[in-house]
């Protein structure tokens, strides 16, 4: 340190006085910028204007090493602010008791149906008698069994991941987790669709001490054993691993061919810094905390096509006082003193009352739209009012922008009635009002296919199947 302190002092006694306006822009300024290297670049440069850039509020505890390092704040753009301007998503938070969830009779019934499409009574009654009670086998299962199984379902049923324009991101809590995550998904339908991507590296250095005994296995040799294999057929490019390949590989499928590379399975990695449109759902079974976990949820937060309207979060390690927490950092505790809470408060959003207010609202502005319908309000009323008389080109084109709202309202309706239908009664849903919305969502499909086939309008609304498909199927 007393070399140190003799070597500033000599820099700052040399004449370099810099020439003209000189500033320098300070990129991640929170993490470098505290210490010797600061403190020599100011030496260097002492007439220097040094403005500092972050992606990272500051805690109370980063004050001294940011804060004092290049005074108060210039200017500041928060999450919530972002949220609103539509440079992000928001983020949905669902907590999951994963052994609650899937010994749930209902749940196990619904995985039963979705795993069996296509057959017919007879094939599905000969099915259940040979699983057995199906609850019994799942119950059996350990816990991470069980998360797999649950991402599994969320990858049939949720519409971004089923239709295969969104994929997903789990979150081990070691390595070793993120070797047993991916062994458990080769089994199933992610076989050649799921990667692992951590920071370990295979040596035969790990295993050559390990000395257990016959039929046992440490988690070293379990982890170096998962690595060689998925290894085995990677030819490493120039100037990289096998390892480093293999993950540029599992990343860039990833980020351009969503459906071909549906989860990646991490620990530390792809955390901070990875922007991918396509990932959609978080899967968290790992302790963390303040900027990490904040740094971490919002993987799933970037704008992608017009079907992803939040980025989910799924919680197995219940920390959702944690998210509060890290959320509010990013909102909040910004500069101590210029700013108040309430003007930087957002809401980490409850999936379900999240789902609800979206169907709620979807449904609102479909009725709106079609007010003003002549009664009886029969489909002949309502093909007069979105079309005109068909037969007449002019009148179809009048009403182009009817029919226009109509559709972009129908797709919100199913969207948001694909998020939520399954769990209407837990939404706080009555019998009387989710029979409404049945009726409701069925009267509007075959008003959508009327006045598609008076107006003929086969083509414009060709983006939307996708998503009518989805309702039908699920």
């Known amino acids: 340190m007393d070399d140190f302190d003799k070597f500033i002092e000599e820099l700052k006694q040399?004449?370099?006085?810099?020439?003209?306006?000189?500033f320098v822009f300070v990129d991640e300024c929170h993490r470098t910028q505290s210490g010797k290297l600061h403190k020599t670049m100011k030496a260097i440069l002492g007439n220097a204007v040094f403005i500092g850039f972050t992606g990272t509020p500051l805690l109370k505890k980063d004050k001294e090493t940011s804060l004092e390092v290049f005074g108060k704040y210039i200017h500041t753009?928060?999450?919530?602010?972002?949220?609103?301007?539509?440079?992000?998503?928001?983020?949905?938070?669902?907590?999951?008791?994963?052994?609650?969830?899937?010994?749930?009779?209902?749940?196990?019934d619904e995985w039963f149906e979705l795993s069996t499409q296509g057959l017919n009574e007879f094939q599905q009654s000969e099915l259940k008698k040979k699983w057995g009670t199906m609850q019994k086998v799942l119950s059996s299962k350990n816990r991470m069994e069980k998360i797999v199984l649950?991402?599994?379902h969320d990858f049939r049923k949720k519409p971004r991941l089923s239709k295969l324009s969104g994929n997903a991101i789990l979150v081990a809590g070691s390595i070793y987790e993120a070797c047993k995550y991916y062994e458990l998904f080769q089994k199933n339908e992610f076989r050649g669709r799921c990667a692992v991507v951590t920071s370990y590296n295979p040596a035969t250095k790990d295993i050559t001490t390990e000395d257990t005994g016959a039929n046992t296995e440490?988690?070293?040799?379990?982890?170096?054993?998962?690595?060689?294999?998925?290894?085995?057929?990677?030819?490493?490019?120039?100037?990289?691993?096998?390892?480093?390949?293999?993950?540029?590989?599992?990343?860039?499928k990833f980020l351009k061919l969503p459906a071909e590379m549906r989860l990646l399975i991490v620990v530390d990695k792809l955390l901070t810094g990875f922007d991918a449109p396509s990932c959609t759902y978080l899967y968290i079974d790992k302790s963390m905390q303040d900027h990490g976990l904040f740094q971490a949820i919002c993987r799933v937060n970037r704008l992608d096509s017009e079907d992803k309207q939040f980025g989910y979060v799924v919680d197995y390690k219940d920390l959702f006082k944690k998210v509060e927490n890290a959320v509010a950092v990013y909102t909040s505790d910004l500069d101590y003193d210029q700013f108040k809470k309430e003007d930087c408060d957002i809401l980490l959003k409850d999936r379900l009352?999240?789902?609800?207010?979206?169907?709620?609202?979807?449904?609102?502005?479909?009725?709106?739209?079609?007010?003003?319908?002549?009664?009886?309000?029969?489909?002949?009323?309502?093909?007069?009012y979105f079309c005109g008389n068909s037969e007449i080109a002019e009148d179809l084109k009048n009403t182009e922008a009817k029919r226009m709202g109509l559709y972009r309202a129908m797709v919100a309706f199913v969207r948001a009635y694909a998020n939520i239908g399954d769990e209407m009664t837990e939404a706080g849903y009555?019998?009387?009002?989710?029979?409404?919305?049945?009726?409701?969502?069925?009267?509007y499909l075959k008003l959508r296919e009327v006045i598609r086939k008076a107006s003929g309008e086969y083509l414009d609304v060709k983006p939307y199947e996708a998503d009518m498909r989805h309702l039908i199927d699920n």
Not at 82 to 89: F, G, Q, R, T
Not at 432 to 437: D, R
Request: charged share 40%; glycine share 2%.
């Open 77 to 108: 753009y928060k999450f919530n602010e972002a949220v609103e301007d539509e440079v992000v998503l928001d983020l949905v938070y669902e907590a999951r008791d994963i052994d609650q969830r899937l010994s749930n009779p209902k749940k196990v």
């Open 218 to 252: 440490t988690e070293k040799e379990y982890i170096y054993k998962i690595y060689t294999e998925l290894l085995k057929d990677i030819v490493p490019k120039s100037g990289k691993s096998k390892t480093e390949t293999y993950e540029d590989l599992a990343k860039d």
């Open 430 to 443: 009555t019998d009387k009002e989710q029979k409404h919305i049945d009726a409701r969502m069925d009267f």
């Open 353 to 384: 009352k999240n789902d609800r207010e979206r169907l709620d609202n979807s449904l609102e502005a479909l009725e709106l739209l079609c007010e003003p319908v002549e009664p009886p309000k029969s489909m002949l009323e309502y093909q007069h």
């Open 150 to 152: 649950d991402i599994q």
């Open 14 to 22: 040399g004449p370099k006085k810099t020439l003209g306006e000189v």
